[in-house]
């Protein structure tokens, strides 16, 4: 059995971190808000800039960085437990937490999120309205837990048939860069063709492009390959190092873009299937997370891999503080809405209380037992 590395349990923290802050940013004019609950209109260039670079930062290899860490953990959960056992454990700690967010979590996000944009009804009102509507609940950010189910299962099954999985490295020794490089060429050019069947700004769950599942699907059974050969364990900065570069070359392009069209900070570059920029995009996204993530680890394991009481308990309370943040977050959207002050001041107050509001709840809740089983 694997033992749990605090290290990635602190790239999980900083990971959701960004989430909320990004979240809250999003709202504030930055590029990317796509559907999320609230957001107001910007039409300053410096605010919508500077949030953007921002949450660009971080935007294409964030989820994918979440996904692979889940993947990586689901290997010596399923060797632990066996089939059976991880299947019901999994329905149960993923499944429960989507039906609670769907009928409730997320019907409150979204009532206070209208009253954010002026909606003066009631709760019962604007259920009433939704259900006749033909809208029962709300999935949001949960979206995340459903691919980390579906995958689950899906790992689940391809174990019970190969245990020994399919694919045994030739060496033992992490792999080298001319693999991948083809692992890149292979899983953008594959994000660039589901993206020509699934275009950007199509939904799944309500929430993030179908165009993304190709490359959600590879983080996640990557990072079950990567558990099985250790390969987070042998990676070091020698072979970090040259993807780490080129993740950075990646970030900086979005900049130069972002100045050269100033007038349109939205995804229509990259939303047009089967164009030059789409393809330009599946690659960007593969590499970006790639190198960052590799990079990431290499740096966490070093510097911040020493257990704490603190770093154990947010550690714990990561998945906690995803399922809460969107209600936190649109209640501080909710106080700040009517308030008058510049997005970028209400950024500043609302990001950092938000993230903090966050944790704080959710070690507040894990103190309840059942909570704690759950989540």
């Given amino acids: 059995m694997k033992e749990r590395s605090i290290y990635l349990d602190n790239i999980k923290v900083f990971l959701i971190s960004y989430v909320i802050t990004g979240h809250i940013a999003a709202s504030y004019g930055a590029i990317g808000g796509g559907r999320w609950n609230y957001l107001e209109?910007?039409?300053?260039?410096?605010?919508?800039?500077?949030?953007?670079?921002?949450?660009?930062?971080?935007?294409?290899?964030?989820?994918g960085m979440?996904?692979?860490?889940?993947?990586?953990?689901?290997?010596?959960?399923?060797?632990k437990k066996g089939v059976s056992r991880f299947v019901k454990e999994r329905i149960m700690r993923l499944g429960l937490p989507l039906v609670l967010y769907y009928f409730l979590i997320g019907p409150f996000v979204r009532y206070f999120s209208k009253l954010a944009k002026g909606y003066d009804g009631s709760f019962i009102q604007f259920l009433t309205e939704s259900y006749h509507s033909g809208i029962y609940g709300f999935m949001g950010v949960m979206w995340f837990v459903v691919l980390i189910l579906v995958f689950?299962?899906?790992?689940?099954?391809?174990?019970?048939?190969?245990?020994?999985?399919?694919?045994?490295?030739?060496?033992?020794?992490?792999?080298?860069?001319?693999?991948?490089?083809?692992?890149?060429?292979?899983?953008?050019?594959s994000s660039f063709v589901a993206r020509i069947?699934?275009?950007?700004?199509?939904?799944?769950?309500?929430?993030?492009?179908?165009?993304?599942?190709?490359?959600?699907?590879?983080?996640?059974?990557?990072?079950?390959?990567?558990?099985?050969?250790?390969?987070?364990?042998?990676?070091?900065?020698?072979?970090?190092?040259?993807?780490?570069?080129?993740?950075?070359?990646?970030?900086?392009?979005?900049?130069?873009?972002?100045?050269?069209?100033?007038?349109?900070?939205?995804?229509?570059m990259i939303a047009k299937s089967g164009s030059l920029a789409s393809l330009f995009y599946a690659y960007w996204e593969v590499i970006k997370t790639l190198g960052t993530g590799m990079i990431s680890i290499v740096l966490f394991r070093k510097w911040f891999n020493k257990p704490s009481k603190l770093s154990d308990t947010l550690g714990k309370s990561v998945f906690l503080a995803y399922f809460i943040h969107p209600l936190?977050?649109?209640?501080?959207?909710?106080?700040?809405?009517?308030?008058?002050?510049?997005?970028?001041?209400?950024?500043?107050?609302?990001?950092?209380?938000?993230?903090?509001?966050?944790?704080?709840?959710?070690?507040?809740?894990?103190?309840?037992?059942?909570?704690?089983?759950?989540?």
């Fill in 152 to 189: 689950s299962l899906a790992y689940a099954a391809f174990w019970y048939f190969f245990p020994q999985g399919w694919y045994k490295p030739k060496t033992d020794s992490f792999p080298a860069n001319t693999k991948i490089l083809l692992f890149v060429l292979l899983v953008g050019f």
């Fill in 41 to 63: 209109t910007v039409n300053d260039f410096a605010t919508k800039a500077s949030l953007s670079l921002f949450v660009l930062v971080a935007y294409s290899f964030l989820m």
């Fill in 328 to 375: 936190i977050c649109v209640l501080f959207l909710y106080a700040f809405s009517t308030s008058g002050l510049h997005p970028l001041l209400k950024f500043a107050i609302v990001a950092p209380t938000a993230l903090v509001t966050t944790f704080a709840t959710a070690w507040l809740l894990r103190l309840i037992p059942v909570v704690r089983k759950i989540l």
């Fill in 66 to 79: 979440f996904i692979f860490i889940a993947g990586y953990f689901t290997f010596p959960s399923l060797d």
């Fill in 197 to 268: 069947i699934f275009p950007m700004g199509g939904d799944f769950a309500g929430s993030r492009p179908l165009g993304s599942i190709v490359f959600f699907g590879t983080s996640f059974f990557l990072g079950t390959t990567a558990a099985r050969y250790n390969w987070v364990e042998k990676l070091n900065l020698k072979s970090a190092l040259p993807w780490a570069i080129a993740a950075l070359v990646a970030m900086i392009i979005p900049v130069v873009l972002l100045i050269v069209f100033r007038k349109n900070l939205g995804i229509g």
